[in-house]
Each structure stands twice: as structure tokens, then as C-alpha cells.
Nanobody
Framework: QVQLVESGGGLVQAGGSLRLSCAAS????????MGWYRQAPGKQRELVAR???????VYADSVKGRFTISRDNAKNTVYLQMNSLKPEDTAVYYC???????????WGQGTQVTVSS
């Protein structure tokens, strides 16, 4: 059974930082690409960063230079370091497997990030 558990969200002032974690179980984590998505109120869920099994990263333009995705295969965990946060980064953040460039499989419960101005 696949399980993705996101954590690390919270309330932070603009310019602050947060580090999100996503612990995965039930998948061959080390061979999977993983992605971080977010969904703001009234908006569609969007992919903000992804990392391949060998550590190649891709970022949405809106977060490039501010967010860093990384992974620890020994811990089956993917991280999202978020710096210089802006109010427009406020959203629920989710992780998911990526296959053939598309999101695959189940979602976790997400973790809320709120950035105050």
C-alpha cells in the first residue's frame, strides 16, 4: 500500500523559510522520480518541483532560485526547501510520484503553507 506523508508546513512571514518533508512507503522510492505540487484556494494544483531518481531537478518558473528539492533514498524521503517565501506561495503542498513526466499514483494528505505579508 502506497503512503505519502507530508509535513513541515506552517505560518511564516514573507521572506521566511520552511522545509517540507514527504515520507514515502510502499513504493520503490529510489527508482522513482518525485514531485512537489501545490494548490492554492480557487486554483488548480500545479507542479512546483520534481527530482529524478538520479537527482536531476526541474522547477516551475515561479519558484526557481527560491525553492530546492532534494531526496534521501536511505530515508525514502523527498524534501522541499523554500526560501524567500511570498504570500503567493500560500497553498497546500503535496508530493507524488512522477512517471513519464506526469504525476502518478496516490496523493498524501498535504501540508498547509501560509505566508503572511
Amino acid at each position: 500500500q502506497v503512503q505519502l506523508v507530508e509535513s513541515g508546513g506552517g505560518l511564516v512571514q514573507a521572506g521566511g523559510s520552511l522545509r517540507l518533508s514527504c515520507a514515502a512507503s510502499g513504493i520503490k522510492f529510489s527508482v522513482n522520480s518525485m514531485g512537489w505540487y501545490r494548490q492554492a484556494p480557487g486554483k488548480q494544483r500545479e507542479l512546483v518541483a520534481r527530482i529524478s531518481s538520479i537527482g536531476t531537478t526541474v522547477y516551475a518558473d515561479s519558484v526557481k532560485g527560491r525553492f530546492t528539492i532534494s531526496r534521501d533514498n536511505a530515508k525514502n524521503t523527498v524534501y522541499l526547501q523554500m526560501n524567500s517565501l511570498k504570500p503567493e506561495d500560500t497553498a497546500v503542498y503535496y508530493c507524488r510520484q512522477i512517471r513519464n513526466g506526469e504525476g502518478f499514483g496516490s496523493w498524501g494528505q498535504g501540508t498547509q503553507v501560509t505566508v503572511s505579508s
